[in-house]
């Protein structure tokens, strides 16, 4: 999935912990955060998550992104990230 703003991470976020059975107080323990963390994140405000609490979600939740060098004529916004499920099955490349 493409992560474009803040609020696609919320998505991601939230439905992965969802999917997973988590309670947003059992995510926030993961992570060492307090749970009104978590309820923020989820409500869009990851935009002013540190790359460290960021990378701490997405290992608490089984999830990595990989970052594309955007190219000159598209803005370098550090958001704009490709999320992967490890499990999801790969689609093909062109």
Known sequence: ???????????????RRLDL???QTDLAQRIGRARQWVVRFESGHAGSASVDSLMA?????????TVDIAEEDVDPDPMFM?????????????
């Not at 999935?1 to 439905?15: G, K, T």
């Not at 979600?57 to 992104?65: E, F, R, S, T, W």
């Not at 490709?82 to 062109?94: F, G, L, M, S, Y």
Request: negative net charge.
């Open 57 to 65: 979600v997405l290992n608490a939740l089984d999830l990595y992104a």
């Open 1 to 15: 999935m493409l992560v474009n703003i803040s609020h696609d991470w919320a998505n991601i976020v939230r439905d």
């Open 82 to 94: 490709d999320v992967v499920d490890p499990w999801e099955t790969p689609k093909a490349q062109p």
């Open 21 to 23: 059975g988590l309670t």
